[in-house]
């Protein structure tokens, strides 16, 4: 099946600050999401992303489904960004995503 | 929107004892509903896909027997973790494809909001 790859696993950065998240995919994607797990587990599905550039708000995210990635970015970080985020392909005829490792995110005060 | 929810949340129950979460779609129905299991700092791994009307798929090292599902109707999958041990304990969320928001076709998928067990 696809693998999903994931950086930084971890990512420390200072309130206001700016940074990106990268996930790599082995195959080709029908469907592409990042996901926010917040503290208590919840999982939100922030874009889904197959292809192309999206943008809501302070988030964005691309992906490049020729070479295989994904990136996802934060400007303006806040403290309630903290958590675990996610990318998670689905490639052809599966129907289940395949999740990456996740990047843990802690925006200080 | 598209919503799933999951219940319970929180559970803890005692070793030998069976425990059974829920997880619906609210809005939408879902032929196919997926379980997943996430250890802590660890990330989801899928456990089963739930089909409605018919046994689930379990992925490999995934015990059956252990893990009960049962895909009733179109909106509603159970997972029932039977004989529960301490090594159960986990965070144990559902998914399914539900309609894009705002926008005539295409799914995205929806996740729960996922279900602590601690067996004692």
């Known amino acids: 099946g696809i693998q999903v790859e994931q950086s930084p696993p971890d990512l420390i950065l200072q309130e206001g600050a700016n940074s990106t998240l990268r996930c790599n995919f082995s195959?080709?994607?029908?469907?592409l999401q990042w996901f926010h797990q917040n503290p208590w587990g919840q999982l939100i599905n922030l874009f889904y992303?197959?292809?192309g550039t999206k943008q809501n708000g302070r988030l964005s995210a691309t992906t490049v489904a020729t070479e295989r990635y994904s990136l996802f970015y934060i400007s303006s970080s806040q403290t309630t960004d903290s958590g675990v985020y996610f990318c998670?392909?689905?490639?052809?005829?599966?129907?289940?995503?395949?999740f990456g490792s996740g990047t843990q995110l802690t925006v200080l005060p | 929107g598209a919503v799933v929810s999951q219940h319970p949340s929180r559970v803890i129950c005692k070793s030998g004892t069976s425990v059974k979460i829920e997880c619906r779609s609210l809005d939408f129905q879902a032929t196919t509903m997926f379980w997943y299991r996430q250890f802590p700092k660890q990330s989801l791994m899928l456990m089963a896909t739930?089909?409605?009307?018919?046994?689930?798929?379990?992925e490999q090292g995934v015990e059956k027997d252990k893990f009960l599902i049962n895909h009733a109707s179109l909106t509603l999958s159970t997972l029932t973790v039977t004989s529960a041990h301490p090594e159960d304990s986990s965070f144990y969320i559902c998914s399914a494809f539900g309609p894009q928001p705002g926008r005539s076709s295409g799914n995205t998928i929806y996740f729960g909001e996922g279900s602590w067990l601690t067996v004692v």
């Open positions: 992303i197959p292809s």
């Open positions: 739930s089909n409605e009307g018919s046994k689930a798929t379990y």
């Open positions: 998670a392909a689905l490639s052809g005829s599966a129907r289940q995503l395949t």
């Open positions: 195959d080709s994607v029908n469907n």
